[in-house]
């Protein structure tokens, strides 16, 4: 799911844990999962795994001062909000993750605030992102409004409130980039791709030029990027259900020249298939740019003669792709 939630907390950096460590007691029921773990990260690199027991359950026990956190079980992602004496029971399903998020027990109006925010988000987006640029700008408005009175109105953490009123005005410049961004990237498709020359992991370089003739499903990522690695195993599945058909997938990795070592083990660690390439000047590379990219994993579907078909295409893990790929290639 592609989503500019309250994860933005995490990236325009919004007040995160500080404070002195209290007990946290963090139980979780999950259907259909997609992991055996999971992981939750805050601050000062804070990550507490929590496996799951013989009753199907993540139970832990914790230490972890007050403020905002995100849980993940590889595939995908939430914030929560932990405060001492939380005592927290998640129930949800993975496969309608946002959708069925509900944390009951002691602490957890700011958690279930979070999760409503996430999908009143995403519903946004959906919604606003077609419309033109006044009515874009009209509705945006309305949603700051009411997102306000929300936080205003509801019994939550005094420290939690101002935090996240904060995020509100950073949200709403993001949003507004974003759109930006969506309305550029759209003037794209059915034209021409901008090209790239990049060094290819297995030797040389390689053009987009070098794949006319072929549809090019290109992932732009990074190691650092979470969101990036989870998608790699839908990836791969793409690849396999796709072999020998006309298609090349590229990954385009937009790490640092520092990180050129980190790409070249990952790569190898992992066993990535496709054609793997490095670009040269990280989110300054001319390509990425002509892309409007401002977040990662970011995926980009080219025709045969070298057009835009979808500039901002489906993730590997959305059925959307399958369905769209389906289409070109049988």
């Known amino acids: 799911m592609k989503k500019m939630t309250f994860l933005l907390l995490f990236s325009v950096g919004v007040t995160f844990a500080q404070g002195n460590a209290s007990k946290i007691k963090f139980t979780a029921k999950i259907n259909n999962r997609n992991s055996d773990t999971l992981v939750i990260r805050g601050a000062n690199n804070f990550k ?7 009753k199907e359950t993540f139970v832990a026990t914790f230490d972890a001062p007050k403020g905002f956190y995100q849980f993940t079980d590889g595939t995908e992602a939430s914030s929560l909000y932990l405060k001492p004496g939380s005592d927290i029971n998640l129930t949800m399903d993975a496969k309608q993750f946002d959708e069925t998020i509900v944390y009951k027990g002691n602490g957890t109006n700011e958690s ?4 409503q925010a996430a999908l009143r988000d995403e519903k946004f987006q959906e919604e606003a992102f077609s419309k033109e640029a006044v009515e874009f700008a009209n509705l945006l408005e309305t ?30 410049f993001y949003t507004e980039k974003r759109y930006e961004s969506t309305a550029k990237t759209k003037k794209l498709n059915g034209n021409a791709s901008p090209a790239f020359d990049f060094e290819n992991y297995k030797g040389g370089k390689t053009k ?16 650092w990027c979470a969101p990036c690695r989870a998608e790699i195993p839908f990836l791969q599945k793409t690849e396999e259900k796709y072999h020998g058909k006309n298609i090349e997938f590229v990954s385009i990795s937009i790490d640092k020249v520092k990180d050129y070592d980190k790409w070249k083990k990952f790569v190898n660690d992992k066993n990535l298939g496709g054609t793997q390439l490095f670009a040269d000047k990280d989110w300054g590379s001319d390509f990425v740019v002509s892309y409007g990219v401002t977040g990662i994993p970011r995926f980009i579907l080219i025709d045969p003669a ?17 369905v769209t790929l389906d289409k ?3």
């Open 112 to 115: 279930n605030f979070l999760a």
């Open 208 to 223: 987009l030029s070098d794949l006319k003739g072929k549809y090019v499903y290109i992932d732009l990522w990074a190691t």
């Open 306 to 322: 070298g057009n835009v078909v979808n500039a901002d295409a489906p993730r590997p893990s959305s059925p959307d792709l399958h």
């Open 143 to 172: 949603k700051t409004k009411t997102d306000l009175a929300n936080i205003e109105k509801g019994d939550f953490d005094p420290e939690f409130k101002e935090a996240v009123k904060k995020s509100f005005e950073k949200s709403k």
């Open 48 to 54: 507490q795994v929590i496996p799951i027991d013989k």
């Open 328 to 330: 070109l290639l049988n």
